[in-house]
C-alpha cells in the first residue's frame, strides 16, 4: 500500500532496506510524492538502469571505493524503483525479486547447498549453464529450446556477440584452434576493403560487412579469453589519455588541435606512448 499521510523524514523506518523501499513508495504516491518520479515507467527508467550498471563497472575499473559504494547504492534504486511500480501494477513486489534470487543461487549451487561435489571452477561453470538451460526449457514447457535462446538483445554488442558464440561453441559449433578465427578476421577484412574499393559505396552492404569483421574480432577476443567490451574500454582510456596529451601539448605552444596539422599532432601522439 502507498503512504496516506505526508512523509517526513522522522517517519521513515530505521533499518537501511525498509528505508529505501520506504522513500520510492513516498516518491510514487500519487499525492505526496514526486512528479517526476510519478510520471515514470518501466521503459523511461530502463535507460538508467542500463547506465547505472556502466557507472558501476566504470567505479570497479578505477579502484575507487568510495564511488563504488556510491554507484551501488543508485544501481540498487534502480532496482527499488522496477519493484515498486511493479508492485503497483500488482504484479510482483521488491521481496518477491529477492527470494526468487536467492533461490536461483540455491538450486544453481548444489556444491554449497547440496551433496553434488564440483572440484574447480571450470566445473561449474558447466553446472551453472547446464541448469541454467535447465531453466529455459521449464519456462517454455514442452516447447523446443533454441541453442540462442535467452541472450538478451539489448546487451552492448561486442558482449552479446561474445554470449552468442559461446553457445554455438557449446554444440560444437566452433574452431578448435586459433589460426582459422584470424584467417576469417582477414577474410570479412577482405569483403569489406572490397565493398569500400567497389565504384558505388552502399551504406547498407559497407555497415553489414563491418558488422562481420567486428563479430569476427569478437570471436577472437573469445579465443583468447580476453573480454571484448574490457579490451575496448581499456583502448578507449589509453586514447583519451594519449589525445588529452596532445592537446596539453599545443596549448603549452598556445594553439588547438585545428591549428596543427596531422603530422604535428602524429608527432606528439608518439610522445603521448611513451608516456607511463
Known amino acids: 500500500m502507498a503512504p496516506v499521510d505526508k512523509p517526513t523524514p522522522e517517519k ?4 537501511p532496506l525498509a528505508r529505501l523501499l520506504a522513500v520510492m513508495a513516498w516518491l510514487r504516491d500519487r499525492q505526496h510524492g514526486c512528479p517526476w518520479d510519478i510520471d515514470q515507467t518501466f521503459r523511461t527508467i ?4 542500463i547506465e547505472e550498471a556502466y557507472e558501476v563497472a566504470d567505479a570497479i575499473e578505477r579502484d575507487d571505493m568510495p564511488a563504488l559504494k556510491e554507484e ?3 544501481l540498487l534504486l534502480q532496482v527499488v524503483y522496477h519493484a515498486q511500480m511493479a508492485s503497483e501494477a500488482g504484479a510482483f513486489a521488491f521481496q518477491d525479486v529477492a527470494q526468487a534470487i536467492a533461490d536461483k543461487m540455491v538450486d544453481r549451487h548444489p556444491h554449497v547447498f547440496g551433496d553434488l561435489k564440483i572440484t ?7 553446472s551453472w549453464e547446464a541448469r541454467k538451460a535447465a531453466e529455459r526449457a521449464g519456462k517454455n514447457g514442452s516447447a523446443p529450446t533454441g541453442t540462442l535462446d535467452g541472450v538478451a538483445r539489448a546487451l552492448p554488442a561486442l558482449l552479446r556477440a561474445e554470449k552468442l558464440q559461446k553457445r554455438a561453441a557449446r554444440v560444437g559449433f566452433d574452431w578448435k584452434e586459433i589460426g582459422p578465427v584470424i584467417d576469417k578476421i582477414e577474410e570479412e577484412l577482405g569483403e569489406l576493403r572490397a565493398e569500400i574499393s ?3 559505396q552502399d551504406p547498407v552492404r559497407v555497415a553489414d560487412e563491418m558488422g562481420d569483421v567486428l563479430f569476427a574480432v569478437a570471436n ?4 583468447c579469453k580476453v573480454d571484448p567490451e574490457a579490451a575496448l574500454r581499456s583502448t578507449n582510456d589509453k586514447f583519451e589519455r594519449r589525445f588529452r596529451y596532445v592537446e596539453s601539448r599545443l596549448a603549452d605552444q598556445g594553439r588547438r588541435p585545428a591549428d596543427a596539422t596531422l603530422e604535428e599532432m602524429e608527432a606528439l601522439w608518439q610522445e603521448a606512448k611513451g608516456k607511463p
Do not use: I, M
Open 72 to 74: 551501488l547504492g543508485d
Open 12 to 15: 521513515l523506518p530505521k533499518e
Open 46 to 49: 530502463s535507460p538508467y538502469t
Open 120 to 126: 574447480d571452477a571450470n566445473a561449474q561453470t558447466v
Open 198 to 200: 567497389a565504384g558505388t
Open 220 to 223: 577472437l577476443a573469445r579465443h
